[in-house]
């Protein structure tokens, strides 16, 4: 390999433990997204006939969902009331608040392990709340099958979409080592090189979810995680390295 690309931002600083398998293999690494993440317009949102201010809590699963969300509502000209409740996956999403709202207990709630089902049982201590769910274009229904079976009033809304970032074929071509982190990145690659032919570029995937989605696309998956002998990506990679270099 002598030119990865991870298809994430670029780190804060040098202390990926990307750089230091790229330094000690011997290979260069870039880190630049296939996709983005943008929040709907004003106008596309509204038609979905939604009033924010018929609910009384917000349940978030994403920091993503916190940014759109209280930008949306500032493009709306929404003044969020400060007896909104907000009920968030996990505690670093609930911290995130802070960016917005001042942060006090009684009005923020969080799960223990980042997974819906453990924030579940503290919507249902509130199930007199009506609940709204700021989603992505991209999503399931596990969340709003949870909430019905367990009673709890609740919209969901599609706040924020996923774009894909522009890629000539040629620029993917300088590449013969890529990592995704979702199907979107996948999709994001066919869009870009239609004509794309893998040959022998090496390709990682973070998921089970964006692993099948290379295999979908009728590609060759060379390394994944979580496994149970690489729990993360760079453990992937750097399995995979010292079995072919």
């Given amino acids: 390999m002598k030119k990865l690309l991870v298809s994430q931002p670029k780190p804060a600083t040098d202390k990926s433990p990307y750089y230091d398998i790229a330094a000690k293999y011997g290979f260069e690494v870039e880190f630049r997204p296939f996709i983005k993440v943008e929040r709907l317009p004003a106008k596309e949102f509204r038609a979905q006939k939604i009033n924010i201010l018929d609910h009384t809590a917000i ?22 009331p400060d007896t909104m409740k907000y009920f968030c996956v996990a505690e670093k999403i609930a911290l995130y608040i802070q960016k917005y709202v001042q942060y006090r207990k009684r009005k923020i709630f969080y ?14 201590k509130h199930k007199n709340e009506k609940y709204f769910v700021p989603m992505s274009d991209v999503h399931n229904d596990d969340i709003k099958n949870m909430l019905d079976a367990a009673k709890i009033q609740h919209t969901e809304g ?3 979409r996923t774009v894909s970032n522009e890629f000539s074929p040629e620029e993917i ?25 893998q040959g022998d570029v090496k390709i990682g995937a973070l998921g089970v979810t964006t692993a099948q989605a290379v295999k979908d696309a009728g590609l060759r998956l060379d390394f994944q995680a979580p496994t149970p002998e690489a729990p993360s990506m760079t453990a992937a990679l750097e399995n995979f390295l010292k079995t072919h270099s």
């Fill in 59 to 80: 349940i978030f699963t994403s920091r993503h969902g916190i940014d759109h969300f209280f930008h949306l509502c500032e493009d709306m000209r929404i003044a969020i």
């Fill in 111 to 124: 799960g223990a392990t980042g997974k819906f089902e453990d924030l579940l049982p503290a919507i249902v």
């Fill in 173 to 197: 071509a300088q590449y013969d080592g890529l990592i995704f982190f979702s199907p979107a990145g996948i999709a994001s690659l066919k869009k870009n090189d239609p004509n794309f032919v």
């Fill in 158 to 160: 599609v706040m924020y």
